[in-house]
């Protein structure tokens, strides 16, 4: 559980005082949510319990962004991210973990979160719908990818996107 303490409203976990920017600032410097859990004595789900307050407290804001390059090769699409805010590093590992319980290497949970996020935005688009705009996070990636790509994405693009993501991705093909 997460509450306010002290005249600043600091924002920490109830069991132990840690401040949820503590936290914070581990999840985007450090390489192991382990790491997070033996330096505070904390458990996994406190350390999301916090991605998630900080992600609700603290974005999105007009700042956040997150810049994509692709490169393709062959009939691959790779996408690399060079640049992105806290806010979408943190939603994207909080969105992983949902999706990878036992990945404990942040930056794994990074690319999950991502992938998760392109495979709802393919879908989205390949089905005609726009559900993506309903999410911040979900907005400033497509975005990102569009213009990375170079192009507007046509059908087919989006089929070998979708296919390539479902083979790469750990976790496999979601359910709709």
Not at 35 to 60: M, N, R, V, W
Not at 130 to 142: A, G, K, R
Request: charge should be negative; aromatic fraction near 8%.
């Amino acid at each position: 559980m997460i509450s306010s303490r002290g005249p600043k409203g600091t924002l920490v976990i109830d069991r132990n005082g840690v401040p949820v920017r503590d936290i914070i600032s581990d999840l985007l410097t450090r390489e192991k949510l382990s790491e997070i859990q033996e330096k505070y004595l904390i458990s996994d789900e406190e350390i999301i319990e916090c991605a998630h307050t900080f992600i609700d407290s603290f974005g999105p804001t007009e700042h956040d962004f997150i810049n994509l390059v692709c490169d393709r090769i062959g009939s691959d699409i790779n996408v690399e991210a060079v640049g992105l805010s806290d806010w979408v590093f943190i939603s994207a590992v909080a969105l992983g973990r949902s999706e990878c319980e036992d990945e404990d290497r942040i930056r794994s949970l990074f690319a999950y979160g991502l992938e998760v996020v392109m495979i709802d935005c393919l879908t989205d688009l390949k089905s005609g719908k726009d559900y993506y705009l309903y999410s911040e996070l979900h907005t400033l990636v497509l975005d990102a990818f569009e213009i990375a790509f170079g192009q507007p994405l046509r059908q087919d693009d989006i089929d070998l996107l979708l296919g390539t993501l479902y083979n790469t991705t750990t976790h496999g093909e979601p359910d709709r």
